[in-house]
């Protein structure tokens, strides 16, 4: 499974609503099943909007074209039926995660919270899902409130509270900058261990921090470079 392509990018273009320029032009590439992707570029490159392209969150007044394939679904960008497709498959943990946690509850309590719909009912939390047995390796104690937690067991559980709903895409933003070495590591290993034991995950990685990039990237690291050409801004993305 290492070799199948979990996710293709098709001559994909996009504008901003009122811009006078493409921000992305032609983007193709294609990206392996069940691996940690990292993608990296300065501030303005659009590693964040091409976050918002791969979650298929594209605002009425702007323009995209081209298509997303994730193993043998193909989705349409620019059309909204078929974008929906896509964001029931993608979903992101942002920067700022601790804005997911209930401090005040425990571990299990959070993931339970994480399996309410959107519009909940009174009512008990819902059962909640087993926990990986390879969680064990990062020392979390489930039942202390979660404000004692590490940062990296703290960034390890708003994933699994994303994973509480199927998913094929798991797009992180960030998620060791605000980590010392060793959550930053503890926060990496969890993601390889989580894909080892799930085989129809993919991860892909905002990420600055040059270190991580170089440790753990491998072949699976992608640049966002911004070229000025005829006064045009044209970006590429670079494995």
Do not use: W
Not at 57 to 85: F, H, P
Request: proline share 4%.
């Amino acid at each position: 499974m290492q070799g199948k392509n979990a996710l293709s990018l098709k001559n994909i273009s996009f504008k901003f609503a009122e811009a006078n320029q493409l921000f992305f032009n032609a983007v193709d590439l294609n990206f392996s099943h069940n691996r940690i992707h990292f993608i990296r570029g300065r501030n303005g490159s659009g590693k964040s909007t091409l976050f918002r392209i791969l979650r298929g969150d594209i605002e009425n007044n702007e323009y995209i074209t081209g298509k997303i394939i994730i193993n043998d679904t193909v989705i349409d960008l620019a059309d909204e039926t078929s974008r929906q497709k896509l964001r029931n498959r993608v979903r992101t943990v942002e920067q700022k995660f601790d804005y997911m946690l209930a401090n005040n509850f425990n571990f299990i309590e959070n993931l339970q919270l994480a399996q309410l719909p959107e519009f909940p009912h009174l009512g008990s939390l819902p059962k909640r899902k087993p926990i990986p047995p390879f969680i064990s390796h990062f020392g979390i104690d489930y039942t202390t409130e979660v404000a004692n937690l590490s940062g990296g067991q703290r960034q390890i559980l708003t994933i699994l509270m994303t994973l509480q709903k199927p998913l094929s895409i798991l797009l992180l933003d960030e998620p060791t900058a605000a980590l010392d070495d060793k959550n930053a590591d503890m926060v990496v290993n969890f993601l390889q261990e989580l894909l080892y034991n799930d085989p129809e995950l993919t991860v892909f990685i905002i990420c600055h921090d040059k270190e991580i990039v170089d440790k753990y990237a491998g072949n699976s690291f992608y640049e966002i470079e911004i070229q000025e050409n005829d006064s045009r801004i044209v970006r590429h993305i670079v494995k």
